[in-house]
């Protein structure tokens, strides 16, 4: 399942290319890309795991920048 979202707040270039690091190597991942100038993020993971691992994708923009949201 591949999915976008919009990202609020996200504020830096540099976080934007962290967070897409930190999401691509959560389990279940198979590709995930986060454009700064879009403010938005593509999630691609198996249908039974993806879930979880925007779950874990939320965490993960959370702790890089406490300010950005991931609108669901």
Do not use: W, Y
């Not at 999915?3 to 996200?10: A, C, H, N, P």
């Not at 504020?11 to 590709?31: F, L, P, S, T, W």
């Not at 993020?41 to 920048?65: H, S, W, Y």
């Amino acid at each position: 399942m591949k999915k976008s979202f919009k990202l609020e707040d996200l504020d830096c270039a540099h976080c934007a290319a962290k967070m897409e690091d930190a999401i691509r190597k959560i389990e279940g991942v198979q590709n995930a890309s986060v454009n700064f100038l879009a403010q938005k993020l593509t999630l691609e993971a198996p249908d039974d795991r993806f879930e979880g691992a925007l779950a874990e994708a939320v965490k993960v923009c959370k702790k890089i920048e406490p300010d950005c949201t991931i609108l669901v």
